[in-house]
């Protein structure tokens, strides 16, 4: 049978220590609230001390709110906040009416292609067809001459050459890139 010693911590209660921490937690979070800790711990939601976000705001996030009287009547708002702290003129990432746009964007007809350059048609035809062409040689025609390879690769190259030569040489100064 073990005697028990007043002196020593009994080993089913919690650890002394613990208690401490609790303590230096409630008083750091009471220091960061800026209020006093008193006895529960917690500051009073209602009283003058408790802050808000524009209370805290090393950035300058919180556009500073036009003081405005109350119109007669107006009661707090649903979120907490009343009117007059929010202002009309308080301004965040939804605070904005979507402008009504009657015109929806319609885009052009593009041209046929039965007008197109034939030579242009050829050159797009190789520039995409001569990989295409190589990778289905690759792993269905194993055995393909070397002149066939060639060619599809000449023929790539061919097509793109023309076609970066066929690029516009200078800029148009009216042109805002919104036409391709």
Known sequence: MTRFDPGSPDPDSPDSSANEDDAVWLDLVARLEGTDSGPSGSADAGSPAARTFRDFDPLGLAAPAPVEPPVGGRAASLSGVDDAAAGEGASGPRDYE???????????????????????????????????????????????????????????????????????????????????
Do not use: C, H, Y
């Open 98 to 180: 979507p402008d009504d746009d009657e015109g929806a964007f319609v885009p052009e007809e593009p041209p046929s292609l039965a007008g197109s350059d034939p030579l242009t048609m050829l050159a797009w035809l190789g520039a995409v067809g001569g990989p295409i062409a190589l990778l289905l040689s690759a792993i269905f025609w194993r055995s393909a001459p070397l002149l066939a390879v060639v060619g599809m690769v000449v023929a790539f190259a061919a097509s793109v050459v023309f076609l970066i030569m066929k690029l516009p040489q200078e800029k148009d100064e009216n042109d805002d890139g919104a036409r391709v």
